[in-house]
């Protein structure tokens, strides 16, 4: 008789554990404030694997620190890296970005000011990859269907 209640509570843990993260799921992709993008590529990795699903939330710029995790456009796309260095020129804040398997910073993507590439500027940043007490927000494989949609599209 024991063996069946402890089979049930484990049953009923997991059935209200899945309830509330189906929620929370909900919530954070119908949320205005939310953006949804998905990881190409292994500039992330270990971190990020291609086909991750993450969610990011856009702070105010002077709350967006150095080990933060970004999303940020560049033209029709979307960079995920992290955040190395925070710099304010003129007012305006640009936040050094470099992926984590990558040998040197994004300075290709960088906004330049009186000539000198300073950082992403906030206005193209789409938000903080959301993570808690340090661990990384992410749903693994769930991107591979946006990922394979959009090869089948572009055929």
Known sequence: MRG?????????????????LTQVLLY????????VAV?????MYPLMREGDLVFAYRPA??????????IYRVYNKLIIHRVIDVRVKNGE???????????????????????VPVGVSYSRIVGVV?????????????????????ELVKS
Do not use: M
């Open 4 to 20: 069946l209640t402890r089979a049930v509570l484990k049953a009923l843990t997991l059935v209200l554990v899945v309830a509330v």
């Open 28 to 35: 954070l992709i119908n949320s205005s404030q939310t953006t």
């Open 39 to 43: 990881v190409e590529g292994s500039s």
């Open 61 to 70: 710029p002077n709350e967006i620190r150095v080990g933060d995790v970004v």
């Open 93 to 115: 804040y640009y936040y050094v970005t470099q992926g984590d398997n990558n040998p040197i910073p994004d300075y290709i993507y960088f906004d330049v000011v009186d000539g």
């Open 130 to 150: 959301l993570s808690v007490e340090g661990h990384t927000f992410k749903i693994p494989y769930l991107g591979y269907l946006a990922i394979w949609y959009h």
